[in-house]
């Protein structure tokens, strides 16, 4: 059986400063043996077929950056699974749009230098479904997404969406575990959602032995990974 740290969406570059050091408590407070990234490990805002961000980088200089975001995350887990995300393969539907097959595209350990990330669209550990959750939504995803696959699932990509909801019947039972997300929820690629009634739930999760804990991160004012505990001041 295997102890699974599962990290959410993370949005590189624009994720939570605090983010990578809770991440790394969560495994080491709970002995994990296994990591899942959930899918959204990059967010792609130059790269889209949606209305940019005045903000924006250009998309040499982004992939710069996240390339030096996700540094540090590939040196805390160098050994990880990634269920790929609708904003990590977006350069592959762009690519797909003006009819460039695969054989032109490197893969995405070569792109971001993982050599040791396993991307696949899906995983399923100890009996749980791990997905990205491209296409759910709702109040409860994880929980509709067990109902269809019949069998426990784990998904992300919902921003707002975050917990755990059970279910069973006379001979087992199954959960849906919604993961939330690490983004910063100030920086530029998340403003459409500024005005949005549902905010962003900030988590992650452990499954140990195929049992799932979903575990809010303490991000806000004066709590241990608020954001002014990890900005570099200037001197």
């Known amino acids: 059986m295997s102890r699974v740290l599962v990290i959410p969406d993370l949005h590189n570059p624009a994720t939570h400063?605090?983010?990578?050091?809770?991440?790394?408590?969560?495994?080491?407070?709970?002995?994990?043996?296994?990591?899942?990234?959930?899918?959204?490990?990059v967010d792609h805002?130059?790269?889209?077929?949606h209305a940019k961000n005045p903000e924006c980088l250009g998309p040499k200089n982004e992939y710069e950056l996240?390339?030096?975001?996700?540094?540090?995350?590939?040196?805390a887990f160098p050994n990880?699974?990634?269920?790929?995300?609708?904003?990590?393969?977006?350069?592959?539907?762009?690519?797909?749009?003006?009819?460039?097959?695969?054989?032109?595209?490197?893969?995405?350990?070569?792109?971001?230098?993982?050599?040791?990330?396993?991307?696949?669209?899906?995983?399923?550990?100890d009996d749980v479904y791990y997905f990205h959750g491209e296409g759910r939504s709702g109040l409860h995803p994880a929980y509709n997404a067990m109902k269809d696959f019949l069998m426990s699932s784990v998904m992300?990509?919902?921003?707002?969406?975050?917990?755990?909801?059970?279910?069973?019947?006379?001979?087992?039972?199954?959960?849906?575990?919604?993961?939330?997300?690490l983004i910063d929820i100030d920086a530029?690629?998340?403003a459409y959602g500024r005005h949005m009634r549902s905010?962003?739930?900030l988590s992650a999760a452990v499954v140990i032995d195929g049992v799932p804990q979903h575990v809010i991160c303490p991000c806000g004012l004066r709590e241990k990974y608020h954001k002014s505990r990890f900005v570099k001041r200037p001197k």
């Open 17 to 41: 400063s605090g983010a990578l050091a809770f991440c790394r408590d969560l495994y080491e407070k709970h002995d994990c043996n296994k990591v899942v990234f959930i899918g959204d490990i």
């Open 45 to 49: 805002q130059a790269i889209s077929f």
């Open 80 to 125: 990880a699974v990634v269920t790929i995300g609708n904003h990590d393969r977006r350069v592959l539907r762009l690519a797909e749009s003006v009819s460039i097959p695969k054989v032109y595209l490197r893969d995405f350990a070569d792109v971001w230098k993982t050599p040791d990330w396993r991307w696949v669209e899906d995983v399923v550990i």
């Open 156 to 181: 992300g990509h919902c921003h707002s969406a975050s917990g755990v909801k059970w279910s069973a019947n006379p001979t087992r039972r199954t959960f849906g575990l919604d993961t939330g997300c």
């Open 66 to 75: 996240t390339l030096h975001c996700l540094k540090p995350w590939v040196k």
């Open 188 to 190: 530029y690629q998340f």
């Open 199 to 201: 905010r962003p739930m």
